[in-house]
C-alpha cells in the first residue's frame, strides 16, 4: 500500500495566514478533523482524545491521573504525598497540546460547544499540575498558558450566547472571563500586567463591541426618549415617557 499523503493533500493548499481545517470521514467511520500544516497536517479524532488513544483504558491521560489521584485518596484517607513527577507532567502538557490544536480547529469551523470542552479539558490538566506538581518548574510551564485558555474558553461561551441572541449573558460571560485572568494575575503576584495583558484587552475590546450590539430593553429605550424629551424641554411628551418607564419597572419588580 503506497503510503504518500500527497493525495490526500492534493488541492488544498497551505494558507499561512488562515488556520486550514475541515472534517471528513475516517475509514473507521468515524468523523475526524483534519488540521493543514505547512509540510502535512494533523489528523484528529472529534470525540475522546484527539489521538484517538485511550490510555490506561481511560478516554484521556487526565482522566487515567484523576483515577489514581481517586485511588490514593481512597487507599489513605487523603491526597497528601500524592505527586506528579517529571515524565507525568510532560505527558500531560503533550496531551494539552493535541486538545491545544483541536480547539482552534473547532473555532474555526465554528463549533463552540466543543472548543469549550476543550479548554475546559486544559483547565483540569493545568489544575492537576497546580495542585501535584512534584517541581515549581513543571507547575510553571502549565501556568503560563492559563490566561489564554481562561479567555479561549470566555469566548467559546459567549459565541454560543451570541448565537442565541443572548447578548446580556454574552457580556456576562464576558465579565466573568476579564475577572477570572485578572484573579491569576493577582494570585501570582502580577498585578501589574492586568492593563497589558493580551488576554484581557481583547476581552474588553469585545465587550465594547457586543455592547453596541446589544438591542436595548424597552425601558431603557425609553428611558433614552426621555432624556432626549427634557434635552428638548418637551416636557409634556417626558411626563408621559417617565409614567410608561415607572410603569414597565413596577411590572419587573412584581414578576421578579
Known amino acids: 500500500m503506497n503510503k504518500d499523503i500527497s493525495p490526500i493533500l492534493e488541492g488544498w493548499d497551505y494558507r499561512p495566514d488562515e488556520v486550514n481545517v475541515r472534517k471528513v470521514t475516517g475509514l473507521d467511520g468515524r468523523e475526524k478533523i483534519q488540521l493543514r500544516l505547512e509540510l502535512g497536517l494533523y489528523q484528529m479524532d472529534t470525540q475522546g482524545r484527539p489521538d484517538g488513544s485511550r490510555p490506561h483504558g481511560h478516554e484521556s491521560l487526565l482522566d487515567h491521573y484523576l483515577a489514581v489521584l481517586e485511588e490514593h485518596r481512597r487507599k489513605y484517607g487523603s491526597d497528601e504525598q500524592f505527586k506528579l513527577n517529571g515524565e507525568d507532567c510532560a505527558h500531560l502538557r503533550m496531551e494539552s497540546m493535541q486538545y491545544y490544536h483541536r480547539r482552534i480547529s473547532f473555532f474555526e469551523l465554528k463549533e463552540y460547544q466543543s472548543a469549550e470542552r476543550d479548554a475546559d479539558h486544559n483547565l483540569q490538566i493545568m489544575d492537576l ?73 481583547f476581552l474588553r475590546n469585545w465587550r465594547s463591541e457586543v455592547a453596541r450590539d446589544c438591542p436595548a430593553s424597552e425601558p431603557e429605550r425609553l428611558e433614552q426618549q426621555l432624556k432626549e424629551a427634557v434635552e428638548q424641554e418637551n416636557f409634556e411628551k417626558a411626563a408621559e415617557l417617565r409614567d410608561r418607564v415607572r410603569e414597565l419597572k413596577g411590572q419587573t419588580k412584581a414578576g421578579s
Open 129 to 201: 499540575l497546580k495542585d501535584y506538581a512534584e517541581s515549581e518548574a513543571d507547575r510553571m510551564l502549565s501556568e503560563q498558558y492559563r490566561a489564554f485558555v481562561l479567555m479561549d474558553r470566555t469566548k467559546a461561551r459567549t459565541h454560543q450566547s451570541l448565537e442565541c441572541k443572548d447578548y446580556r449573558l454574552a457580556l456576562a460571560q464576558i465579565d466573568e472571563g476579564i475577572e477570572q485572568i485578572e484573579e491569576f494575575f493577582k494570585e501570582h503576584g502580577r498585578a501589574d500586567l492586568i492593563d497589558k495583558a493580551m488576554e484581557i484587552g
